[in-house]
């Protein structure tokens, strides 16, 4: 290099050595300040809502099981709650598919889950309250961490295409 030059800078572009999804989580949630979560952080939350999935649907095969041996005077409980599983199941795939897609839905579900907890601590020996409870405490330790290592809270940032007060909408005409 000749006295008095430059060095250029490095590129900012990504290495040939990380993967396609590595490189749009990482300009995604980079452009939207700086600061994204990082790529392993991501990987580990989104494992994390994985594995609850995977949970809550084994969850819902428990209870068909419960379903069917349940008297006349349960059968209607335990058909509603099982059938919960499965829109839980469906909601924590949601999140691993794309955790800063949806506003609101993190803290629906985090929220929904410590209200159960607060419920089973209230009522205390109530017929499966205490077992339901750990499981759903469980769950929103798992859904929190999730949440902090995929950023959840970036789903309430509008996106960079939208557009802002005085900028032409690409829509239709009003």
Not at 16 to 45: F, M, W
Not at 81 to 89: E, G, M
Not at 112 to 129: F, I
Request: aromatic share 8%; hydrophobic share 50%.
């Amino acid at each position: 290099m000749l006295p008095g030059a430059v060095e250029p800078k490095a590129s900012p572009l990504p290495t040939p050595c990380h993967s396609t999804q590595e490189v749009v989580i990482k300009v995604a949630d980079t452009a939207l300040n700086g600061r994204g979560p990082t790529v392993r952080a991501d990987k580990i939350g989104r494992w994390l809502l994985v594995l609850a999935t995977l949970s809550t649907v084994g969850a819902f095969f428990y209870g068909i099981a419960l379903m069917m041996d349940a008297p006349d005077s349960r059968i209607w409980v335990e058909g509603w709650r099982t059938s919960a599983y499965l829109v839980f199941a469906g909601l924590f795939a949601i999140l691993a598919a794309a955790p800063r897609a949806h506003r609101g839905l993190w803290e629906l579900i985090i929220g929904q889950k410590t209200a159960l907890v607060v419920m089973a601590a209230v009522v205390g020996d109530v017929n499966e309250a205490r077992q339901s409870g750990l499981i759903d405490l469980g769950l929103v330790v798992v859904v929190a961490a999730a949440y902090v290592l995929c950023r959840g809270w970036y789903g309430w940032r509008t996106s960079a295409a939208e557009p802002t007060g005085d900028q032409p909408s690409a829509g239709p005409a009003a």
